[in-house]
């Protein structure tokens, strides 16, 4: 079996980051989502991996490399313009070749793995198996409706008026059959090639399609809410580890991780927090399910259920609640007051808020 990764989209939803990084290297605890992606594909035993990547092929291959720090191996696939799922697959079809594949989006978290539902498809090998989860507005989403045995009768996408609660999360398993269905469809009212209307026509067609339901954490990391939930969830399963330097009038309480080259001094870390190498936290409170990247500067300050990524500082901010920080971004202060503050800002950016 290969696998075949998408990162190829703009990310409107997530800016202004999405500006000026790939959306799918948002860190999750400290780590891109699509790292988080390439592991739970290399559990399943995958090791040949390509990824479609659009206008950022460069960021993204700059971070992943050819995949052997991860035990896979990667192969880029260049997307001129986003076309649609299915139009991946059209694209991707040298490197897939006549094997089974999983199709993966990038952007989507499922922390627990999808190791059984690979060797369900493995046993069974239906023509297709989508991965199926409740949600509470389906109206958003690919949406499957299931036979008693697990058999899909019918796919429609984004309904006005859904007659299943079961959305596809952005991960698909494939055989062969896939290219058959990619090179019978048409482009949809919005001019794409939709990898549900593929597998609507294996369905018609007679071919077996499957679905499998994940009952685990999921998340389509897509916009700054889901980011920051995420991130509260991943940082609950971390485990105490200090590598850095923490002086002896700082106070860490909870799961806290202070990685190597990082200096702790006269603050209070509650956990769960994970601060980055080379960051100085110095005469601040970090409060739970904050993630500070690397070479991170905060002094005189507040923050908690936020996410700074590499190189942002803040200075003399109190209060500062459900942020994400872009790269080398500045939180500084002026002199009128407030009691806390929510800050999205992207890479680069400064920001002066009352002390």
Known sequence: MKALVLSGGSGTRLRPFSYSMPKQLIPIANTPVLEH??????????????????????????????????????????????HGLAHTVAIARDFLGDEDFVMYLGDNMLPEGIVGIAEEFTAQRPAAQVVVCKVQDPRSFGVAELGPSGEVLRLVEKPAHPRSDLALIG??????AIHRAVASIEPSARGELEITDAIQWLVTSGAEVRASRYDGYWKDTGNVEDVLACNRHMLA??????????????????????????RIVRSRIEGPVIIGAGTVVENSDVGPHTAIGRDCLVTGS??????????????GVRGLRSSLLGRSASVGTTDRGADHYRLVIGDHTRVEVSA
């Open 237 to 262: 399963e971390l485990r105490p580890s200090i590598e850095g330097e923490v002086d002896a009038t700082s106070v860490l309480t909870g799961a806290v991780v202070i990685e190597r080259g990082a």
């Open 302 to 315: 507040q923050l908690e259920d936020s996410i700074a990524l590499d190189g942002a500082s803040v200075d």
């Open 171 to 176: 991960v698909y398993f494939f055989t062969p």
């Open 37 to 82: 992606v390439l592991k739970n594909i290399r559990d399943l035993g995958v090791t040949e991996i390509g990824v479609i990547v659009g206008n950022r092929a460069s960021e993204i291959s700059a971070v992943l490399g050819d995949g052997s720090r991860f035990g896979v191996r990667l192969t880029y696939i260049p997307q001129a313009a986003p």
